[in-house]
């Protein structure tokens, strides 16, 4: 239910996530040190997040997004960078679009992220296609082509090709819907294309 992030310096960072099996969503982001064998911590989520998305960017930092609050209950569209020079978090523009387990990509330009996909209201909720994209630039995001099915992460294999064009493969697109579809973002254009399938649907797939 947390993020858990390598980090270039050799440490991790821990994100968020559940305190126990009931309803106990945490703030709190913590780094392990393996060279002391210890855990600190360090700045916190100005609200608790569990299932939330993170992605280690070229430069090191960490972009963070998502997730929902389980003591609410509360589904959350915030965005933040994590700077391991600083330990430090930067708010950034809300997403617009609360979700848990969204996909989320850098562009390999490094002016760019897309974040795609995710749930809202859990297992029997709602499954988005909806596509937005973060400039560093602009400080902004921007809506982009959705997806042509659903996408939750953790119930697809969502991977980065040598072609730099993201793909989604097989994975859950509803509480009792799995698709064989592969689908392809291009950064170009902001497009999803459908380009084949698998033999058969799966899903926890990695």
Request: aromatic share 12%.
């Amino acid at each position: 239910r947390h993020s858990l992030i390598a980090l270039n310096d050799g440490r991790a960072l821990a994100i968020g996530g559940l305190m126990n099996l009931s309803v106990a969503t945490t703030a709190s982001c913590e780094l392990y040190d393996p060279a002391t064998g210890t855990w600190s911590f360090t700045d916190s989520l100005p609200e608790p997040s569990e299932i939330n998305s993170a992605l280690k960017l070229p430069d090191g930092r960490v972009f963070i997004a998502g997730g929902a609050d389980a003591n609410i209950p509360k589904y959350l569209d915030f965005a933040f960078l994590f700077d391991p020079t600083t330990n430090t978090l930067q708010r950034l523009p809300d997403m617009g679009y609360a979700r848990t387990g969204l996909v989320i990509y850098c562009n390999p330009s490094e002016d760019t992220l897309m974040a795609c996909g995710g749930n809202w209201g859990g297992f029997n909720g709602y499954y988005f296609r909806t596509t937005v994209v973060y400039s560093f630039a602009t400080n902004k995001w921007t809506l982009a082509d959705s997806s042509i099915e659903p996408h939750d992460n953790g119930q697809t294999l969502a991977i980065e090709m040598p072609d730099n064009k993201p793909l989604l493969v097989s994975g859950r697109t509803g509480p009792n819907t799995l698709t064989q579809n592969i689908e392809r973002f291009d950064w170009n254009t902001g497009a999803w294309t459908h380009i084949g399938q698998v033999f058969r649907a799966q899903w926890h797939c990695y």
